[in-house]
């Protein structure tokens, strides 16, 4: 289906575990170095919303950009859309190492995509460091945090290639681990 020699790392994890800061970390520390690419997820959520710096979309047109084969992954999570745009095939065709945050409902469809050349890296914490984290960033109700943290103890993710990196230490080493990981790809 694709010319991919590059690999894709899909960056996955539980609400709260840190997942934007292990990688906006990364970013910083690989920046200039052309082998890695951050994806930047398209949304539909309004780019003054808050959180992960994305690109912002309707509903209206993610369905469109979606049906015209707009990107390499798509899923639909909290009432909101969320993309990986397909322009990145592109660079993992050039032999790039494409870094991305994505569900990991779309990790069995990117090892399909994709044999032998996905990555996974799952983020977690403690549970009482992530119900902190998601009382921090405001985005959600009390009832709505506890509800997250029900879902926390099934998150597992099987298969080849993947990496645990626990967030719960400083962001500095966590971060330096994740950068060392990607830099060995």
Known sequence: MNGAVGNLVLVVGPSGAGKDSVINAAKNRLMGDPRFVFATRVITRPAEAGGENHEPISQTGFDAREKMGGFLLSWRAHGLSYGIPSSL?????????VIANVSRTVIDQARALFPGRVHVVVVTAPRDVLA??????GRETPDEILERLARTPTFFVGGPGVMELRNDGSLKETADSFAGFLDQL
């Open 132 to 137: 902190e984290r998601l009382a921090m960033r």
């Open 89 to 97: 095939l592109g660079e993992l065709e050039k032999g790039r190492v």
